[in-house]
């Protein structure tokens, strides 16, 4: 059953079927997403006896988000995937004719180790990015490698979703890739990680969610955070010389 929540004038958390809600939402900044993981992925979780209760993503799912962002996304579309997957992803993004720039790379420094000792242990997850609007891609960090290093288990994660990204990852990707006061799209929130760090970083936030209980959570938690008292610098005050008056001697 679809319901909208309005938790701010630029943040507003749907519930439903993105393929449902997305022709509806109007144009973004950009869309940073957390999409189900391919079958394999999931079967491996399932085996180490983690609960997945959402369903892989599909080819049709897959190409349904380039396909969105192609009309309506100014910017960046960044989607996590496991590495087996970067090219599935590159493949609907270029279908849909945006630019496929590179895979990014977050290293998990805490991942768990092969406990059989058969093999390495998975240490990293990626991410696709496409710029979307045509025209030379821009974004905030310069230079910088697309590498992000944060822990899965930091103090501060929630806990109940069983594929949590890590808040500080998020404010990290939204920092780099999204212009300031820009509205920033997840439509698989879960429970609102994505939010949480938009808010964080002043951006605006909307978010589409299918499972009525990570959709309540991700409610909590996005207004919790709209609530956290929030440390506003003003700009200095341009420093005026002085003028020295020596009169007549
Ligand atoms: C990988 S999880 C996102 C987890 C999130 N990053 C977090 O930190 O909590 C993907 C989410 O997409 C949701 N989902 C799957 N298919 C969907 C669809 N068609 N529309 C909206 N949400 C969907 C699932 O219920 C799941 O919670």
Known sequence: MARVEHMSDDVV???????????????????????????????????????LDFKAIDDELRAFIPAWAAENCEGWLLAFCQVEAVAAWRDAIEKAKLRYKRGLAWVKPDALPQMNGQGPATGFECLTAAWCPGGFSQWNAGGKRGVYTHNTNGPNR??????EKPVSLMVELIADFAPADSVVLDPFMGSGTTGVAAVREGRGFVGIELDVRYFEIACQRIRDELRRPRLKLSPMAKPVQAVLDLGAA
């Open 13 to 51: 958390l749907h519930l439903g079927d993105c393929r449902e809600i997305l022709p509806g939402i109007d144009p973004v900044g950009s869309v940073i997403t957390d999409p189900p993981y391919e079958s394999q992925a999931h079967a491996a979780k399932i085996n180490k006896g983690v609960k």
């Open 158 to 163: 929630h806990g109940v979703h069983p594929t």
